[in-house]
């Protein structure tokens, strides 16, 4: 079983579509696939819980702590990956192939982790 991966409202599309020219089978959708336009980070965070997603998001001033939180009530919450707006286009897909090729969904659990890896 793979990763299967969220991307936030406002992730980087040219990430999303270089992951998935990189790796078609990749599973991954956006926000704005399936109706979390808008949604607070409570929210999406909750709909990537009870889809087993982990979330991909440029929102590394607040996603963490709503993340955590989730855990500290023992609420689902299978990961986030951070990467800062700056982050390379380039490396940002190599390390998400990374992950879905090697690391099993389960791995994130509770976690928030900032790539690069």
Known sequence: MSVAF????NFNGRIVRGFLR???SAN??????????????PIVL???AQNHRVLL????STIAGFAYSRVAVSLPMPG???L???FPIGLA?????LISECSEPDEWDGLVTRLPL
């Not at 969220?6 to 409202?9: I, M, N, P, Q, Y």
């Not at 998001?57 to 590394?60: C, E, P, Q």
């Not at 897909?93 to 192939?97: A, N, P, Q, R």
């Open 6 to 9: 969220l991307a936030d409202e």
């Open 28 to 41: 991954i959708v956006c926000v704005q696939d399936v109706g979390l336009v808008g949604k607070k980070d």
């Open 46 to 48: 909750e709909w990537a």
């Open 80 to 82: 986030v990956f951070e």
């Open 84 to 86: 800062k707006s700056s």
């Open 93 to 97: 897909i190599e390390d998400l192939v």
């Open 57 to 60: 998001s440029h929102d590394v």
């Open 22 to 24: 990189r790796l078609p």
